[in-house]
């Protein structure tokens, strides 16, 4: 393992879920990244970075279903179980994500 | 500093491993263009990334990208960010080391190591040479200044930084020179003139493109081209260029000087063999090698257009690729016999405007081979095939090139031609393609810059893949030049409703819920389900969402329950979410209804101060008559609404959008009608109705068709004495179709009446995202006309009702979201907050 694989998380606690919509997304900025988190309508939480690493578009803004994420700008689609994508654009990174107490809370 | 393309933020672009560690072999690539990273691509498919620790060296400090489409990026019509094909992200994932930026300036094959010019050595055991090619810039006074480099104004057209040096000199410059009237020549000069130069061509022989056509076809290409304006200088060669300090013309050998202050050259490439020469590898025109593409060294390869097999240097990107998958074979052990015998070639030009494709040979080379041309000068038409053995072995398509497709699996496969062969060059009959497409072996490539064959096609769409675009996907065909798209299309098609697997996913409304239209319109009405998650959980199985299925379930049910259907902010795409057109840097366009394309002094003076207020970076009048106001932040969008105090155009929406319109009677000589007023009408009664595709339409006061109503999906022409005539399913977008005469009629009452009627009747109707270009030829003009006209289904009543419950529940949604969000954070950014590498910065 290199040095770069070393990576030093924190929980961060990012407001009550019910800021987040049932079936959307929205953005957060914490521990120096760019955070969206999405609340699916099966009540489970999923975080990733905010940016679509095919061109940088707004994911929060994406729609979203149980399984994948799709990008706004070009509909590029991610799956939610590992980050890949279902069309061709590198994947996305995944964040730790749980609600504790009401609140969401991220591991950055 | 240099925009990386495809880059990625400092620090490491691959995971290190230590030496001692490594029991991997050493290969090492040396060019990362389109054949060096094919091929790591290749073995890494092959299971190479266990098998080798690779190395890829690049001049360029870039990724991997598309370099055959540095034209339509010239031109404007491509953005440089989506014509990367391997990111530097990409190499990390894979375990792949980059070295963008290094060049290396020899190779000691008896130590087996690589010397770049950053004065490091990297071993290898197995080395692959995809240097390419340059461009090649013919001796000329005064081309070069003092320093050794290209004169400023002077370009050549071979990689991006080129292409966006040229692109930032379209600004400044006025007139332009492109020396070599080759494919590359004509796709420069086509992108310059687009910009808006005056652009002259100057090719040294006497015929354009003649390395790929003969002298009629050239001629006939030489008039097509200045048609569009460019000018053609043929047999004569440039010698110099005038100006010193930079381009102020160019002379001519004959005397003749042209004026310019910009020169590309085009004049060929020259294969980048320095390297070998350096390296004492057997270098003639290319680096030599054999069927194994290897070099006189046993362990250095060449591949690509530095590589010259069998006497050939190639300067196309199949080849290339060919020569990838045939390296990857041998040295991942994956056919270790694998061997390579050459290709034949074909080209296509991306010039809009001039058609040309070329395969093979242009003439007959035996006495017993046949030539069948069709030649039409004055439409700007030459066709030609050359068959040998009832085989086809070259074919020339210019100034029409319907027939490509089947000619070129012809040339790649050898496949039977037809006993008639005027059939290889004009439709004789419909379905003659069907039964090409049926006819081609599996192993016909389709797609020749990605290499995917018919059967590769077939297979995805056996696999699963429910639509092309997912094929696409899939498989990347028609993922590179995009030439090939509708024939990619029709064997998706093909192998949708033939002997393979069908996808029942075809006739689905959506994807996510498997049903047609008209049974899931009649669920929904039977279930009463009024929301988007309420259609899922009864319809879909096991009751799961669908991302791509939400937004046309959304339209749907607007459609159905109107103001009763229950609105979900998740079950719409982000332009409906936020009333705004999303833009590639994440913030919105906002565009005010402006009924007509009329507007007033003090509607004007609000936009205009709405523009300066919220620092919108650009204000544009649309092709459909109205103001656009762009790079709107998401956050400000409900204020900047208030503000405006106009409704909203519907601009981003799949939904009725504008009425364009001439000036019509009131001002215009000719004008036959009010088509003014009559366009606002339709505008007003039409508008935020939802559609399966977006809609627009427009009202002529004259066949003068100033406003384009020709092309519109309902167009309305005044023809005099009161009379209308509608028109429906026209286009001028992607596709351009003119539309189809409805009936003509004589009230402006009856024409809104006829336009509501055939709107409902393709809202019911239609799938999802179908234009009325496609909709109206697939139902028939003359069905259309027998419901609509003569009621022969008895549902005009209906269709009357039905559009009638939508536009009594239109309300503008401007003035709603806007005073109390819908949902918590409804217009909070989305944006990246902190500047990251790949975000446009708003």
Redesign the interface.
Known sequence: M?L??IRITAEHALGRV??????????F?VG?E?V?VFRL?DGSLHATQ??C?H????????????????C??H?Y?YRWSDGSS???A??IRLFPVREVDGEVVVEV | MTAILGGRPG??TS??VDDELETRSRLVVVGNGMAGARFVEEVLERGGGEQFRITVFGDEPHGNYNRIMLSPVLAGEEHE??IVLN?H??YA?NGVVLRAGTRIERIDTAAKLVHADDGTTTPYDHLVLATGSYSFIPPMTGVRADDGELLPGVHGFRTIDETRAMLAATGSCTRAVVMGGGLLGLEAARALQSHGLHVELVHAAPYLMNMQLDAEAGAILERSVEALGIAVHLDVFATEVIGGDRVRAVGLADGRQIEADLLVVAAGVRPNTDIGVRSGLEVERGIVVDDQLRTDDPDVYAIGECAQHRGEVYGLVAPAWEHAKVLADVLTGTDPDAEYHGSRTATKLKVAGVDVAVMGINTPERDEDELLVISEPKRGVHLSVVIRDDKLVGATLLGDTRKVAFLTQAFDRGTPLPEERITLLVHLSDGAEEVGVADMPADSQVCNCNGVSKGDICGAVSGGCGSVGEVM?RT?AGKGCGSCTSLVKRIVEWAADGDLAEDPAASWYVP?IPMAKPALMAAIRERDLRSV?AVFAALAPGG?????S??GLTSLLKMIWGTDHLP????E??ND?VHGN?Q???TFSVVPQMKGGVTTPAQLRRIADVAEKYEVPMVKVTGGQRIDLLGVRKEDLPAMWDDLGMPSGYAYGKSFRTVKTCVGSDFCRFGLDDSTQLGIDLETRFQGIESPAKIKMAVVGCPRNCAEAYVKDVGVVAVGSGRWEVYIGGAAGASVRQGDLLATVDSPQAVITLAGRFLQYYRENANWLERTYDFVPRIGLEKIKAVLLEDSESIVADLDAGIQRSIDAYVDPWGQDGRRPA???QF???????P?P???VR
């Not at chain 2, 799961?544 to 791509?548: E, F, G, H, S, V």
């Open positions: 290199s770069t694989d019910e800021e987040i919509p049932p079936g959307e997304g929205r953005t900025v120096g760019q969206a309508r905010a940016a690493p061109a940088g578009g707004p994911l929060a803004d994406g729609q979203t279903d149980v399984d994948v994420l799709v706004p700008l509909l689609a279902t069309s061709g590198a994947p | 620090g490491v995971l290190q960010d989506d990111s992200d990409w994932d996907e990347r996510g998650s799961k969402d669908d991302a791509k939400k937004m979900e902010k998740d079950g795409f982000i979410r999303i590639r840097d994440g949902t918590p954070g909070r950014p989305s944006l990246p907050l902190i990251l790949k975000v446009p």
